[in-house]
């Protein structure tokens, strides 16, 4: 496992821009798949964004394909999640996840695929 920060969460206006970031702490998570998830109250928590461990594939939920954009940076041992045309609907708490994959192109949507959480980063959208 490696431990997993978020940051980058805040309240804004529907039709805004956030970006979060995830960074491992103390290790290096460059062989890893990473995701980010979210969980509104009262839902269960649901798959946002992949990308493999290689940066060749990513993956969307349909829910925010052409407004949500996941990037990592080897180098700098960071991941991001460029989230833009906010909507109320996208008001959740939003996990970044890690699964070990050595080198490797796969994705991963299933919450069960991921072994390292991090704490969570509040979003709210306000129409």
């Known amino acids: 496992q490696v431990p997993l920060v978020e940051s980058g969460g805040g309240l804004i206006q529907a039709g805004g821009s956030l970006r979060l970031s995830c960074a491992a702490s103390?290790?290096?998570?460059?062989?890893?798949?990473l995701g980010w998830f979210r969980q509104a109250p009262g839902n269960e928590r649901e798959f946002v964004a992949a990308?493999?461990?290689?940066?060749?594939?990513?993956q969307y939920a349909d829910s925010v394909k052409g407004r949500f954009f996941i990037r990592r940076d080897h180098a700098k041992n960071t991941m991001s999640l460029q989230m833009n045309s906010l909507e109320p609907a996208d008001t959740a708490v939003y996990y970044c996840a890690a699964r070990y994959t050595g080198y490797s192109d796969s994705v991963h949507n299933r919450s069960d695929d991921y072994t390292s959480w991090g704490q969570g980063t509040q979003v709210t959208v306000s129409s």
């Open positions: 103390g290790r290096s998570f460059t062989m890893y798949a």
């Open positions: 990308i493999s461990q290689n940066v060749a594939r990513t």
